[in-house]
């Protein structure tokens, strides 16, 4: 091993340390200089080159500046070339400084050019605008374009391009070339070629050229290139032309699948939003053969529990709003659950055996729980917000999912599972079944079906309080809430089968999906008629649904 040139295993051992630490401290210091003293010097050289505005007297001075700011390559200057070219740029007459303007009434608000922060306030008559024309406003729309299309951030490139894209200008096209061989983002560099393409068929470029330019936004696809397709199609270049018909064609039978698709998550989507309203009736229905009337007002006990959940949080202590859901769960099961069990102990055990009576009766209790919801909390909607782990949307192709209606699916899944495990892995859920396949027989067990049934009824609606909390992410918390599912609710029932909880998720899927596909043809509303009169055909054929129960009580 070669002989250390110092004296000492480490330098900063060495008798002259302090010195030796001031020393690497100070070349700390010079590297932190190094690394920021550019940033602050293009700033500062940006503000003395944006100042210049100021001494523009004609209207080549001001290009003058537009060009010189430019050549900075700073994409801090986007926003005062934008807000020159909408004409709030302008100079303060006592001093010569240049600020964004703000406010449409004296005092005005006056911005940092750069930083965006204000920094005084002045009267109108003190300012003078910066004069320009529409020529300048060109150049400026470029001069953006320029920057932006060589910011540091991916994010503001892409948002470049796809600028660019949804506004070819041949004259970007030598600037794009040049983008595009410095691009180094793969997913960045394909949008320029892309946009590049788009600005290709609006130029006088030769034909070949073009026709590469169709090839490209054939294969990117999507609705927003059928417009510029669109525009090629008609070109008097035959070969221009018959290949912007032959992409055309072709990106129109890929939209066809993805509209498929999206109809297909709609459905989906839809179908999840019916299973969480039905699956309580389901069991209450199957269990109990209980017409529940009252089953949408406990979905609405449920949104609204949400509701007064969130404006506690909202209150007392917003830090918590992302958990308010989660919060709301067990409380709106309860709520709803508990309002259920009054329900049955109160009315319903004394009308089994007579469904027209529990008809008339639940819907009678509909009615007061509709009115009680409207003194309590007024008649009109009520705002309850989305988390912001449940807010948003993204796409996979063409298929635009929305972050909420994704989570009510998983949701609405989980529910079905706990549930099914419930049923079948439970005291209470083996009772349940017992019940519901022979009632004599479950009793002269020992098991008490009066409060099986109780508990049941309990459960069912504490599901639609639980469903309650999720719909209040999509429509609209108010006293008619659950009246626009219950109609829904039992035709999923009745078409999965009277208390089979399978037979309710396939039910409620395809009712869901059917829906969808036919809404496009023939209108929401004869839509849901088209189901309804399916629905009635369907039963005529098979009386107990999809997956009847099997059991002497339910076969009697």
Same mark, same amino acid.
Request: glycine fraction near 12%.
């Given at each position: 091993m070669p002989a250390s040139p110092f004296p000492y295993d480490n330098p900063l051992d060495a008798p002259?340390?302090?010195?030796?630490?001031?020393?690497?401290?100070?070349?700390?210091?010079?590297?932190?200089?190094?690394?920021?003293?550019?940033?602050?010097?293009?700033?500062?050289?940006?503000?003395?080159?944006?100042?210049?505005?100021?001494?523009?007297?004609?209207?080549?001075?001001?290009?003058?500046v537009i060009e010189e700011i430019v050549s900075l390559g700073d994409t801090a200057a986007v926003t005062a070339l934008n807000e020159l070219s909408e004409g709030r740029l302008m100079v303060r007459d006592s001093d010569g400084e240049v600020f964004i303007i703000k406010g449409g009434k004296d005092p005005l608000a006056l911005l940092d050019p750069i930083t965006l922060e204000q920094v005084g306030t002045a009267a109108e008559s003190e300012l003078s605008k910066i004069k320009i024309k529409n020529s300048i406003r060109r150049m400026i729309a470029d001069a953006v374009s320029g920057l932006t299309l060589r910011a540091k951030d991916a994010h503001i490139r892409m948002e470049a391009a796809e600028t660019i894209f949804s506004r070819p200008d041949p004259e970007i096209i030598e600037t794009l070339d040049g983008v595009i061989a410095e691009e180094q983002d793969t997913g960045v560099r394909q949008a320029f070629i892309e946009a590049r393409a788009a600005a290709v068929l609006s130029s006088d470029m030769s034909d070949d050229a073009k026709i590469d330019a169709i090839d490209?936004?054939?294969?990117?696809?999507?609705r927003d290139v059928l417009p510029i397709l669109t525009t090629a199609s008609t070109s008097d270049a035959a070969a221009v032309a018959e290949a912007a018909k032959t992409a055309i064609a072709s990106v129109e039978e890929r939209l066809m699948f993805w509209s498929a698709g999206q109809n297909i998550w709609y459905g989906i989507s839809l179908g999840s939003v019916l299973l969480l309203a039905a699956i309580g009736l389901a069991i209450t229905f199957g269990v109990m053969g209980v017409i529940n009337m009252a089953h949408g007002e406990m979905v609405m006990l449920g949104a609204y529990?949400?509701?007064?959940?969130?404006?506690?949080?909202?209150?007392?202590? *917003?830090?918590? =709003?992302?958990? %308010?859901? &989660?919060?709301? +769960? *067990?409380?709106? =099961?309860?709520? %709803?659950? &508990?309002?259920? +069990?009054?329900?049955?102990?109160?009315?319903?055990?004394?009308?089994?055996?007579?469904?027209?009576?529990?008809?008339l009766a639940t819907w009678g209790v509909s009615l007061v729980l509709q009115q009680a919801v409207r003194t309590i909390f007024g008649p009109t909607n009520r705002e309850v917000g989305n988390p912001s782990w449940m807010s948003g949307s993204f796409e996979i192709g063409e298929l635009l999912i929305t972050t909420n209606r994704l989570w009510i699916v998983v949701f609405s899944l989980v529910v079905f599972a706990i549930l099914l495990l419930v049923l079948k892995r439970t005291r209470f859920g083996l009772q349940m079944r017992a019940v519901t396949q022979n009632r004599p027989m479950a009793s002269s067990m020992g098991i008490a079906t009066p409060w099986v049934d109780a508990f049941t009824f309990a459960l069912g609606s504490g599901i639609a309080?639980?469903?309650?909390?999720?719909?209040?992410?999509?429509?609209?918390?108010?006293?008619?809430?659950?009246?626009?599912?219950?109609?829904?609710?039992?035709?999923?029932?009745?078409?999965?089968?009277?208390?089979?909880?399978?037979?309710?998720?396939?039910?409620?899927?395809?009712?869901?999906?059917?829906n969808k596909f036919l809404e496009p043809y023939a209108g929401a509303v004869l839509a849901k008629i088209f189901i309804l009169v399916f629905?009635?055909?369907?039963?005529?054929?098979?009386?107990?649904?999809?997956?009847?129960?099997?059991?002497?009580s339910v076969e009697s």
């Open positions: 002259d340390r302090p010195m030796r630490l001031i020393l690497l401290l100070s070349g700390l210091m010079a590297l932190f200089m190094a690394v920021t003293g550019p940033v602050r010097a293009d700033e500062t050289e940006l503000r003395a080159v944006i100042a210049k505005f100021a001494e523009a007297k004609k209207f080549s001075d001001t290009e003058a490209i936004l054939n294969a990117r696809g999507g529990t949400t509701f007064v959940v969130q404006e506690f949080i909202r209150n007392s202590a *917003p830090g918590l =709003f992302d958990y %308010s859901l &989660a919060i709301a +769960l *067990p409380l709106a =099961f309860l709520v %709803s659950g &508990a309002a259920g +069990l009054v329900m049955e102990r109160g009315i319903i055990r004394f009308l089994y055996g007579r469904p027209l009576e529990t008809l309080g639980i469903a309650g909390v999720a719909l209040s992410q999509i429509d609209n918390v108010s006293p008619n809430l659950g009246q626009g599912y219950i109609i829904d609710s039992f035709m999923v029932v009745v078409f999965g089968g009277v208390g089979n909880l399978w037979g309710t998720l396939v039910g409620a899927l395809t009712l869901g999906v059917a629905i009635i055909l369907f039963i005529q054929k098979r009386p107990r649904g999809l997956f009847a129960l099997k059991g002497r």
